[in-house]
Nanobody, 113 residues
Framework: VHLVESGGGLVQPGGSLRLSCAAS????????MSWHRQAPGKERGLVAA????????NYVDSVKGRFTISRDNGENTLTLQMNNLKPEDTGVYYC???????WGQGTQVTVSS
């Protein structure tokens, strides 16, 4: 199993980033997937999750209305569109399948002026 995140970087407050996760080694369309964030000095926590067919999503309250999780089961890709970014969104973002404990290596997002 491989989960490879990309798209992180440095962005000013109010800006946008789009994270992608390329999945391989398993039948992507059968599994719920999720994005998690680990801020400096804090434990890793759930940001957003999406059902296997993409018909259901859920978000942590702090990102509702700003982030959108989506997936392309034909391309085995998970995406997190992040708008109106705030400094508190800074952290390492991980793509994961929680039930199987499959995790990517993470991509750094820094929101700073």
């Amino acid at each position: 199993v491989h989960l490879v995140e990309s798209g992180g970087g440095l962005v000013q407050p109010g800006g946008s980033l789009r994270l992608s996760c390329a999945a391989s080694g398993f039948t992507f369309s059968l599994y719920e997937m999720s994005w998690h964030r680990q801020a400096p000095g804090k434990e890793r926590g759930l940001v957003a999750a999406i059902s296997s067919l993409g018909t259901a999503t859920n978000y942590v309250d702090s990102v509702k209305g700003r982030f959108t999780i989506s997936r392309d089961n034909g391309e085995n890709t998970l995406t997190l569109q992040m708008n109106n970014l705030k400094p508190e969104d800074t952290g390492v973002y991980y793509c994961a399948q929680r039930g199987r404990n499959w995790w990517g290596q993470g991509t750094q997002v820094t929101v700073s002026s």
